[in-house]
């Protein structure tokens, strides 16, 4: 449901509010079951279509295929007023709020059957014990609901305060509640009228919890300010620039670990027992003689937030083509890292926090760089024809504590460390063409091509090289996200060889290309009355556009291109053909 209203109040002043409630849910059912659940719904008629699952480097097998429900329920207030006038120059003002109530419930099927993990591609070997499993995990289903609200009020100017010369300014405030979870007594209490009074509370005192008062994030002013000159005052030319301060929503959903992980009741077994992990207890046996396993959040968190700069010209060349130069630097701070802060001594292995297994520990230390040239060429349509022309050399980088699962990845050293490496957006170069021509008879044709380079490949590993408990470890010369980034293969392939692998010469660095191209004929009826025949030809070619090559260290298949980008972003050719009436 949608509604609004606008009101002119004279010819400087409108104010315009809206109103919208919608409700939508997200549906993953298990493979096969064709089902639809109420979150928290874990009967046989859905949990009988989970199998054990079984991953190797290069292959996973069974699951639930991550089944989850989640429906949403959104209501939204906003109004924003606005005048337009002579004061010292010409103004643009405009000023709004906006008011968001949203409730939203999940769940999730987890492994119940558990999950173990084999170091190579090969079949489970009582004599070999390089085949041995390195790590076996089984969780519960879970379920929370999180409702939370959203704030924000902001006030802008557009000044033209002189011939050719406009000055942006504006200053924004945001405001989340309920999404650093602050109250966890009602959250709970919210679990518990769905699943019982037995999980409307935690088993066990969580010291972290101290400080829950200083939790969420109330500073988030984001001030913005930019200008346009135009030079000679003729519309050939602008230089612009600005400089903006945004703050990042938080996503409800990354924040259920911390009221889950009692439902969940993660069982992490390293160099575990093949086949019966658990060696004839059962599942709550288990549990009894070890501390459990916890999610918690740092009561420090902030909104992860951003300074943005760009800087650009544009120029108008003859009467049909324009040049553009923009160079755009973003840097992010504050976004979420998961580290384990309750990893046992290296030589006492006893753990800072003995009543816990492994703690994972969600702090606001992750940090992102981005940097941009953008370069676009332009012909407008004259001479029944036009094309537009685009290059972006970009670079990213992350800033944060690498990390797996909660584990680190540096298998030479013990502990936890902020590294700068490639980040998982890193594609240096993209080129798009695209035109139009207009033909004889009332027909188009009209084509787009696009071409980008490789991302990073991040290598993995399901080994644990330092006995920290997490079998996600690199060894010495390898660097996260290094795929396509200066891998070092020697440093792969020395470790490859302990493990009885052979030697990698290369890895396939897959980038992107694809050419769509579209025909349309309008055929005039009469009167307001036409018919339009279209025709679509999406990737011309057929080409085969591979994902990021296999990243597991200890697979055979690593460096290889084994699959393709999903068909939704890298479709195989297909043929569109449609009608258009209008009347």
């Keep these: 449901f949608v509604g609004g209203h606008t009101w002119i109040i004279n010819q400087h002043v409108i104010n315009d509010a809206r109103v919208q409630y919608a409700y939508a849910k997200y549906e993953v059912a298990p493979p096969y079951s064709h089902g639809s659940w109420e979150p928290g719904d874990f009967g046989q008629d859905r949990l009988s279509f989970c199998t054990p699952v079984t991953n190797y480097p290069s292959l996973g097998l069974g699951g639930c295929g991550n ?24 103004h643009q003002m405009k000023a709004g709020v906006a008011f968001s109530n949203i409730n939203f419930r999940s769940d999730s099927l987890g492994s119940p059957l558990g999950t173990y993990t084999f170091p190579r ?146 069982i992490t077994i390293p160099n575990p027992a093949f086949p019966d992990a658990l060696q004839g207890q059962s599942r709550d046996q288990y549990l009894s003689r070890n501390p459990p396993n916890i999610t918690v959040m740092e009561n420090d968190e902030v909104n992860a937030y951003a300074h943005q700069f760009n800087l650009g010209l544009s120029r108008m060349v003859g009467r049909s083509f324009g040049v553009t130069a923009n160079w ?9 890292d998961t580290i384990d802060v309750n990893l046992p001594d290296p030589v006492t292995r006893v753990r800072p926090y003995p009543q816990f297994g492994r703690v994972n520990y969600w702090q606001s230390t992750a940090d992102n760089k981005y940097q941009a040239l953008l370069l676009r060429v332009e012909r407008r349509m004259s001479d029944s024809y036009q094309f ?36 998982l957006a890193d594609r240096r170069h993209r080129f798009v063409a695209s035109g139009i021509v207009q033909l004889p008879w009332n027909a188009q044709l009209s084509l787009i091509a696009d071409l980008r380079s490789s991302l990073p490949m991040n290598p993995v590993s399901s080994i644990d ?23 070092n293969l020697d440093a792969v392939n020395a470790f490859r060889a302990t493990r009885g692998l052979g030697a990698v010469t290369e890895v396939a660095c897959p980038g992107f290309a694809n050419v769509d191209v579209r025909f349309s004929k309008v055929i005039e009826l009469g009167g ?35 699959s393709l980008l999903p068909n939704i972003n890298a479709p195989s050719r297909q043929i569109e053909l449609a009608i258009r009436f209008q009347f």
């Design 121 to 266: 591609d090969v079949l489970y070997n009582p004599a070999d014990p390089t085949t041995y499993p390195t790590n076996w995990t089984n969780s519960l289903p879970t379920y929370a609901e999180i409702p939370v609200k959203h704030f924000a009020v902001y006030v802008q100017d557009d000044w033209q305060f002189a011939p050719g010369v406009t000055l942006n300014v504006g200053l924004r405030y945001d405001r989340q509640t309920g999404n650093f979870n602050e109250n966890l007594d009602d959250l709970l209490s919210r679990i518990g009228a769905k699943l019982g009074p037995g999980f409307a509370q935690y088993p066990l005192p969580i010291p972290f919890h101290d400080g829950l008062d200083r939790r969420g994030d109330n500073n988030n002013f984001g001030p913005r300010v930019g200008f346009a000159w135009d030079p000679g005052n003729t519309g050939r030319t602008n230089i612009n620039g600005g400089y903006g301060l945004f703050y990042d929503n938080r996503r409800t959903l990354q924040n259920f670990g911390e009221l889950t992980w009692p439902q969940s009741r993660t």
């Design 388 to 423: 537009m022309l685009s290059y972006t050399l970009s670079k990213a980088d992350d800033v944060n504590y690498k990390t797996s699962g909660g584990g680190r990845v540096f298998g030479e050293r013990y502990g936890y460390y902020k590294v700068e490496s490639p980040g």
């Design 528 to 562: 307001a009355r036409r018919l339009e025949l279209i025709g679509q030809l999406f990737n011309v070619a057929n080409r085969a556009n591979f994902n990021v090559p296999s990243n597991n260290i200890t697979a055979s298949t690593f460096g290889q291109s084994t």
């Design 465 to 487: 090289l330092n006995g920290d408990g997490y079998a996600v470890d690199l060894p010495a010369g390898v660097q996260p996200f290094s795929g396509c980034r200066g891998l």
């Design 328 to 336: 755009i630097v973003v840097r992010r701070y504050s976004d979420r």
């Design 67 to 90: 089944s989850q429900m989640g429906p949403e329920k959104r209501l939204q207030l906003k109004n924003d007023f606005s005048w337009t006038g002579q004061m010292r120059g010409f």
